[in-house]
C-alpha cells in the first residue's frame, strides 16, 4: 500500500526556518518525481516545488511565491522527500502535502497534510 | 503563467442529479489535465488523470471530457458522498496550476 506521512510542521515566526519531511513507503521512491502542494485555511489548493527523479538529476522546480526561500530535496536511501523553508512569512500559513507524480501528469497519491503556521 | 478557471464556483444540487463542472485553461494545455476530489479535513484525491481517464477505484459515475483549453468533469448520478470540492490541474509546464475549485453542495 502506497503512504506518504508528512511531518514536521508546526508554529513559526515570521522570519523563521522550518524543515518538513515526507516518508514513502509502498512504492520504489526513486522512480517517482515528488512536488509539495499547499492549502491556506479555507483556500484552494498551490503547487510549491518538485524535485525530480535522479535519471533528470534531481532537478527542481518551484512556484514563484517560494523561490529563493524554499528547498525541495530528497534522499532516495531514505525513502523520504524534504521542503526547507527559509523566511518564512505569515501568508506561508497552511496545510502542506507531499504528493507522487503518477507518470501520467497527474498526482495520484497525497500525504495526510501538515499543518504549518507563521505567526508571532 | 496558465490560469484554470473552474465555473460554477459553488453548485448546489441533489442527490441522483447530472452535474457538469468546466474547467477553462488560459491556453492550449493539450490533455495535461488532472481532476481532484477533496472532502473537508481530508487530502485532495485523484479522480481522473489526462482529460479523462479514470484513476482505479474512482466511481464510473464520474467522466472527463475536453481539449485544448475547455475541459469538463460531470457526475452522472449524484451519491452522497460526492458532495465536496472538486479541483482541476494542468501538468504542461511549470508553474502547475490549480483551478479555484468548485465546491459541490447537497440542495
Known amino acids: 500500500e502506497v503512504q506518504l506521512v508528512e511531518s514536521g510542521g508546526g508554529l ?8 518538513l519531511s515526507c516518508a514513502a513507503s509502498g512504492f520504489t521512491f526513486s522512480y517517482h518525481h515528488m512536488d509539495w502542494v499547499r492549502q491556506a485555511p479555507g483556500k484552494g489548493l498551490e503547487w510549491v ?12 522546480e518551484y512556484a514563484a511565491s517560494v523561490k529563493g526561500r524554499f528547498t525541495v530535496s530528497r534522499d532516495d536511501s ?14 506561508d500559513t497552511a496545510v502542506y502535502y507531499c504528493a507522487r507524480d503518477s507518470h501520467s ?16 | 503563467d ?20 468546466t474547467c477553462r485553461a488560459s ?5 495535461f489535465l488532472a481532476w481532484y476530489q477533496q472532502k473537508p479535513g481530508k487530502a485532495p484525491e485523484l479522480l481522473i488523470s489526462a482529460v479523462s481517464t479514470l484513476q482505479n477505484g474512482a466511481p ?3 467522466s472527463g471530457s475536453g481539449s485544448g483549453t475547455e475541459f469538463t468533469l460531470t457526475i452522472s448520478s449524484l451519491q452522497p458522498e460526492d458532495f465536496a470540492t472538486f479541483y482541476c490541474q494542468h501538468l504542461i509546464d511549470y508553474p502547475i496550476t490549480f483551478g479555484q475549485g468548485t465546491r459541490l453542495e447537497i440542495k
Open chain 1, 12 to 19: 513559526v515566526q515570521p522570519g523563521g526556518s522550518l524543515r
Open chain 1, 49 to 60: 516545488g518538485r524535485i525530480r527523479i535522479q535519471r533528470d538529476s534531481y532537478t527542481t
Open chain 1, 78 to 91: 531514505k525513502n523520504s522527500l524534504y521542503l526547507q523553508m527559509n523566511s518564512l512569512k505569515t501568508e
Open chain 1, 105 to 120: 501528469h497527474s498526482f495520484d497519491y497525497w500525504g495526510q497534510g501538515t499543518l504549518v503556521t507563521v505567526s508571532s
Open chain 2, 2 to 21: 496558465i490560469q484554470l478557471t473552474q465555473s460554477p464556483s459553488f453548485l448546489s444540487a441533489s442527490v441522483g442529479d447530472r452535474v457538469t463542472i
Open chain 2, 27 to 31: 491556453q492550449d494545455i493539450s490533455s
Open chain 2, 60 to 62: 464510473s459515475r464520474f
